[in-house]
């Protein structure tokens, strides 16, 4: 087995990768939310001053790469990689925005696991000795969204109980090689495998994401001879409360009781928000909440050591509408304190 | 300056990594061509026994990385990772190949890049000690390809000259941690920018993808301290007839002239048929011919030094009708027999 490699498909960082800055911003009703203080900046309407949602999408993944180069210090030139996807088709707010930022791109497509999947693969190239600064990113934007994955939002369709909302937000983390003083480190990893629940229903994210996410880290917690207390929370990005419920039943079907340390973004992010359903999703949630609220509690020393656990449904609407059942993937990140 | 790195975005592997094992199938068209001798399995017909072109490409991923498996005499739990990507909405033949195959996932989105983006990147969880053995694959089927990148096929929308047939085809390369005899390695790649020609035709992928082309082979070598005659083939993906011939172009501005030493496998795939416009393109493409007729020529010492570089149009049709253009990006990794 590789030096690196812990179990069936648990990696550690042998070196320190400093979790160095971050930014995140939010949509509208994102920060009339309790995370709103955490983002950087919060879009005025849905738009943004563009034509599209696609550009708008576009616009806020730049922006908080730019923003986390200057909250570092840094010029584009100090990044050697920038990692990152998001959920339209052929990746395109980040491709686009690699275009303009004229970073090295490296894109990866994870659906809602994205950021959990850049900052594996990031911490990967930093430890191997390959980068010194990598960027992982990504976003979502709920009406660009809904028209690619259901319907467009002029049809009007009413929503299902257990559906989530799209979340308007986008986040950006630097990866440092280094131990730096009060910055959080990446310390380990575990890659998911595609998991299939035999969801149908694209409006039924949390119930085709929650057997990836308990998998994910019934593995990751065996893979490295952990208890769960070892980690202050196990962060899910956006299994929403339905979601939510089912992974800490498969988990105690697992004898395994998380239900103390369980804190998942896409359940929180409307928390008190009148017809929100199971809350929200998208890549951005999970990534914006992170990058925002969770790095900072991180910095404030609330918390010391947090398992990040991105899920991604990967979800096409043609393969779905040829019969197929819905399949998921969660990758899981630690982030302490050392 | 992280140790590995070198230039500007170029990156050495410290260690030996073998290019282990290879597989690749190709479409019926694609097996009436000059490489169909180096396919391990050639297709029927369009649909390979599916109800849907998608499940065929599915399948298509499946089998390459089933029989790269078998043809290196290792099991499943033998590997470490499983990189890959395709063409289609969400990389859906790859994530629901995936699923099947239960092996531990990492999704790349590079359009027709993918290959060399996979490639690379498995070389740095080898060489970085997090893997011994990693699984790099890619697959693309002109029919699913068409319908939702262009037209549905059962439109008979004719073909401009400078457009090009999306391949039929997979491929799948085993990367092993170590030296074997014979066998050649992965030495060096250098990590893509998504570069803008202003094209806006989706039916003209080879002007879009040739800058990238051309920057990245530039870069390289720049970042390298190499001539270009050190490497005995510059191979890329699928430029087409037009696109090479743009690349030859773009290269000789820059006082490079690769005449000599430049391999499109896109132009060369349908070589001698008729109404084939400027040949192959797809992930698929660059990918099983890579996976065949090229590893195979290297296995044979015909060729000592390749440069692989995939180019990936990162079109999306959504976008294109906003009134965007195509950016496109294309990644190196260089192949050699130490």
Chains 1, 2 share one sequence.
Not at 220 to 228: I, T, W
Not at 252 to 281: R, T, W
Request: glycine residues 10%; contains cysteine; aromatic residues 8%.
């Amino acid at each position: 087995m590789s030096v690196k490699k812990r179990g069936e498909r648990s990696f550690v960082y042998d070196g320190y990768i400093s979790v160095y800055e971050s930014a995140a911003v939010g949509g509208r009703m994102e920060s009339a939310g309790k995370f709103a203080r955490y983002f950087d900046y919060s879009l005025p309407d849905a738009l943004w001053g563009e034509t599209s949602f696609e550009k708008t999408e576009k616009k806020m993944f730049k922006y908080v790469v730019d923003r986390v180069l200057s909250k570092a210090g840094c010029k584009k030139d100090d990044v050697d990689v920038l990692i990152g996807g998001d959920l339209l088709n052929q990746i395109v707010s980040s491709g686009y925005a690699a275009r303009d930022l004229e970073l090295a791109f490296l894109g990866v497509y994870g659906a809602c696991s994205t950021m959990s999947q850049s900052l594996l693969m990031g911490g990967m190239l930093v430890d191997g000795g390959f980068c010194d600064r990598v960027i992982c990113a990504t976003c979502s934007h709920f009406a660009a969204a809904e028209r690619q994955f259901r319907y467009p939002l002029e049809l009007g369709t009413p929503k299902t109980p257990v559906s989530q909302n799209t979340a308007t937000a986008a986040g950006a983390i630097m990866l440092v090689n280094g131990k730096f003083e009060g910055r959080p480190n990446l310390v380990s990893c575990t890659v998911g495998r595609a998991i299939d629940g035999n969801i149908t229903d694209a409006n039924n994210m949390g119930a085709a994401m929650a057997p990836a996410a308990a998998e994910t880290i019934l593995t990751h917690l065996q893979d490295m001879c952990l208890a769960c207390d070892h980690y202050d929370l196990i962060v899910t990005g956006d299994l929403g409360t339905f979601g939510s419920e089912l992974l800490l039943e498969m988990c105690e079907k697992c004898a395994l009781d998380i239900s103390n340390i369980h804190f998942d973004c896409g359940a929180q992010m409307y928390e008190g928000m009148c017809n929100i359903n199971c809350g929200a999703s998208g890549c951005g949630c999970g990534a914006s909440v992170l990058s925002g609220y969770i790095l900072q509690r991180l910095k404030d020393r609330e918390l010391k050591r947090v398992l990040f656990v991105a899920t991604g449904a990967l979800l096409s609407p043609t393969v779905v509408q040829q019969g197929e059942s819905i399949p998921s993937i969660a990758h899981a990140v630690s982030i302490e304190l050392l």
